[in-house]
């Protein structure tokens, strides 16, 4: 199957269901989840710490299988009530998509999808009360803080921003620029901005954290960018390059990132997701700033890095630079979105690419449904949890990156697609705040 006809089915799938489903985290916001991880129980740090003993992570490797299954995750949620929902960072990477879409093949279909998601995500933003543009996630987040339902995070917030700013470029309709630029305010005003040194600065990821988290400062860096690029506002360039600073300043000297940085003792490991998230917000930077780019050897360092370290010969992603498994949609997805980004870049990501997603259709997708499954584990066992959020909104964003790209440098001849909102299924409720469906 070539991509066009895979973008459409997916796509169709997403409208079908009108973008909604679970995603993998948000029975953590069930009463049960938070009053244990409130009280710190020791069965549940078990699993999920994100620092784990020797003692955790055999315990782990027993419980795993079992509280990882989708049959139990489908059971929990029924008898939580934990419903299918509209998830925002669904919504945003929609918009991108379509977005893409439409550049590359000047569809209104796509246009109108755009619209609608933009459309959905202005209605449902700042359910807090922030006063700017921001997005959280629709359950509460027990941490080491707890965030609260709707508390806006830095890279959701992103992810959108960068989708509405999209379509402005594509409408010329201020109001998506302005959207985009209190996006930015939120940042700026709302978020906690530790000052580490003079010259590196360091966004938390919500306003209630004081973490310090690499891809944090890429993506705020990346909208700030953008817009600047637009309104030239001195004070978001001194920011940008801040809080790149910071960032830079984390990578190992062989190009790898941890997840966060020294100062918070280098939680999680040097894994696929993150990696490529810093390298595709990088190129996002490197394009905005142009000549004002100063990071272009740190950026190589790290492209060879990811591209030397991440997907088998086969074009399996794995999971971190020393574990292959699980194989994830998430990881995935990103990967064949950051590859399609460096692909203009380095001459190593665009046959990357294909030779993943050719492992994609066939080992991580329901072809029947077109659907992703969520992972595939070691032992062959394949979690067939269906997650828009976690998967199948980033395999369209890239598939659409990757058209784009076809029409930009090959030329390639795409047939319009029968839209799932031509076939009368309605678009998203942007009129309900965190609808749901049953």
Known sequence: MD?????????????????????PYDILGSRPIVFLRQRRSGALNAITSKTPSRKQQIARKFIAPVYQSSTFMSLYRALLGIRPAQHPKTMGLMLQAYGALHRALGLRQ???????????????????????????????WPSDVTIPRHGPQAT??????????????????????????????????????????????AFSYTPYDRT??????????????????????????????NVCNFSIAEQRPDGAWHYSARMDG???????????????????????????????????????Y????????????????????????????????TLAA???????????????????????MNRQQNRMYYRLYETG???????ISWGDAWLAKGLAMLIELDKKYEHSDYQPRISTLERGLHAPDGAQRGSTVE
């Open 212 to 241: 310090h988290i690499v891809n944090v400062n890429f993506h705020c860096a990346a909208l700030l960018a953008r817009v600047w690029k637009i309104c030239r506002d001195e004070d978001y360039l001194a920011t940008i390059r």
């Open 110 to 140: 796509y246009l109108d999808g755009a619209r609608l998601c933009a459309e959905w995500l202005i209605t449902n933003a700042d359910q807090l009360g922030f006063g700017h543009y921001c997005w959280g996630l629709q359950w509460e």
């Open 266 to 304: 280098f939680v999680n490991a040097v894994d696929n997701t993150h990696t490529g998230d810093n390298l595709e917000y990088l190129a996002i930077i490197r394009e905005a700033l142009a000549t004002d780019f100063p990071y272009e050897t740190e950026f190589r360092k790290g492209i060879d």
């Open 306 to 337: 990811y591209l030397t370290h991440f997907l088998s010969p086969e074009g399996m992603p794995y999971y971190t630079d020393t574990e292959a498994y699980p194989a994830e949609s998430h990881s995935a997805c990103q990967m064949l979105i």
């Open 381 to 387: 066992r394949t979690d067939t949890s269906y997650s």
């Open 3 to 23: 991509k066009f006809a895979l973008v459409n089915n997916v796509i169709n799938e997403i409208e079908r269901v009108k973008y909604h489903s679970h995603d």
């Open 342 to 364: 460096l692909a203009h870049i380095d001459n190593r990501a665009r046959p990357m690419a294909d030779r993943l997603l050719s492992w994609i259709t066939r080992y991580l």
């Open 156 to 201: 959701l917030s992103t992810v959108n921003g960068l989708g509405l700013l999209d379509l402005y470029e594509i409408t010329g309709d201020e109001k998506y620029f302005d959207v985009a630029r209190s996006v930015c305010e939120f940042f700026l005003k709302d978020l906690y901005l530790d000052r580490v040194r003079s010259d590196a600065w």
